[in-house]
């Protein structure tokens, strides 16, 4: 009897591997069908260009802990643009782990509120948005970035080649910022990425007529960013994007050019 309960969590565990979306739902979440998608996107580099509580922090959590359970030595980072913020996003995954309850998972040899290390050799931080602060890691697995057409670009670009040897997976998400920073210029011009846009009225959880109140609320330029994924210009911009572009000439050589051509 015991034989064949261990043999049925087996064939369970090596089903939740191969699948994740099996693993959320025993962590309590029934994928919408766009966050299924990814679950099961091999994607090396994906955005997610998402209205605001349509679940994507959710889903990119469980993104993290499926990595973590089931790629031994996986090194996980989160990120975003304050400590806050970021150990928000790992509390949803720590409280996933606990729904999953189970003796056959990797155990939490270390736990705290910013890092939790399984008995597999992975290892989930959560960091602060600042670029001095985080430097250091290398061979990493898995990197998200939560909010982040907030996130500075100079974090963005410290970052990127803790990827390089580990050919590691990166998730950026966000609601826009503006027509301005990495998020933006990643999601118009990047090669190379699975993009995923969700407005509100395709989150089955966010109701029309609440919608509809909070357009009134908040106005136009709000409501457009928040809930409809336009990068709006942002209220401090002098120029919009779409001047500073069209006011650029690819034919005009600078006065002044660098000498070094290294750079
Ligand atoms: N598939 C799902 N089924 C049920 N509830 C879900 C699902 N996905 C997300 N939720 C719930 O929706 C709410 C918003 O989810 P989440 O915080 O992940 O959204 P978000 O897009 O990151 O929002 P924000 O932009 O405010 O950070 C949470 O209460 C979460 O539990
Ligand atoms: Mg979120």
């Not at 948005?129 to 697995?141: A, Q």
């Not at 136009?220 to 942002?234: G, I, K, N, P, R």
Request: glycine letters at 4%.
């Amino acid at each position: 009897m015991i034989q064949a309960t261990n043999n049925a969590i087996r064939r369970r565990i090596e089903r939740e591997q191969s699948d994740a979306v099996l693993m959320a739902n025993r962590a309590g979440i029934v994928p919408d069908a766009w966050q299924s998608d990814l679950l099961r996107s091999d994607a090396q580099q994906m955005i997610l260009l998402c209205s605001r509580q349509s679940g994507k922090s959710t889903i990119t959590s469980i993104l993290a802990l499926h990595q973590a359970i089931y790629t031994a030595d996986s090194l996980i980072l989160l990120l975003s643009p304050s400590l806050r913020q970021s150990q928000e996003l790992f509390r949803k995954l720590q409280n996933f782990y606990t729904e999953l309850d189970s003796d056959y998972l990797p155990q939490a040899t270390e736990e705290s509120a910013l890092r939790m290390e399984l008995s597999n050799g992975s290892r989930i931080i959560a960091l602060p948005g600042k670029e001095s602060t985080i430097r250091g890691f290398s061979g990493v697995s898995l990197l998200i970035i939560d909010e982040a057409s907030r996130v500075e670009d100079a974090l963005y670009q410290s970052v990127r080649p803790m990827l390089a040897v580990s050919a590691g997976r990166i998730v950026l998400l966000s609601t826009p910022f503006g027509k301005r920073g990495f998020f933006y210029s990643e999601w118009t011009d990047g090669q190379g990425w699975q993009k995923v846009k969700i407005t509100a009225d395709q989150c089955p959880r966010i109701n029309a007529e609440w919608l509809e109140r909070e357009r009134e609320m908040i106005g136009d330029w709000w409501y457009l960013q928040e809930y409809f994924c336009e990068f709006v210009e942002t209220n401090d911009q002098v120029f919009s994007y779409d001047d500073i572009q069209s006011a650029l000439d690819p034919d005009i050589t600078p006065l002044f050019e660098r000498s070094d051509s290294t750079i």
